[in-house]
């Protein structure tokens, strides 16, 4: 079976996020083994400070990698990452769950470190809007369950 992992930083403090995440989780059973990996989020004393902040993306990309999958394809959700179509994205998600698992990695509010964003094999903005992180890994959850139901032919995706 298919395996896709979401190795988020942070966890939802919201109830109705993690209850619609569960949704799309059991709707996936059928196409993909589909996990949630929280990664813990480095708390930075001067959010404004650039270098504490980096120091702190730094210090969460060490557990990103020991926490990724072995031999997955990364994807990095991303501001600067490639805008796609939901179809291209389910382009995506035939190509990199062919021969490998699949792993996307969301960022804390302060993003991803730079470093680990270039080692990845995609990097993926789900818009040009702006989302709380956390309402990305519920985005993503949707976006995954509509390009399993476009690649079978579903009736999901209208």
Do not use: W
């Amino acid at each position: 079976m298919i395996s896709v992992t979401v190795l988020h930083v942070g966890d939802f403090r919201e109830s109705y996020f993690r209850e619609a995440e569960e949704e799309y989780r059991k709707r996936l059973q059928r196409f993909c083994a589909y996990r949630t990996v929280c990664i813990p989020e480095e708390r930075v004393a001067e959010e404004t400070n650039p270098t504490l902040v980096a120091k702190a993306l730094e210090k969460e990309a060490v557990r990103i990698r020991a926490a990724l999958p072995k031999g997955c394809a990364t994807v990095a959700l991303c501001v600067e990452g490639k805008q796609l179509t939901s179809e291209a994205f389910a382009e995506l998600l035939r190509e990199k769950t062919a021969s490998s698992p699949l792993c996307f990695v969301i960022g804390s509010s302060h993003g991803l470190d730079e470093r680990f964003k270039r080692e990845c094999d995609f990097r993926l903005s789900l818009s040009a809007l702006t989302f709380p992180h956390r309402l990305a890994r519920l985005l993503l959850a949707e976006q995954v369950y509509r390009g399993f139901t476009i690649l079978s032919g579903g009736i999901y995706h209208k």
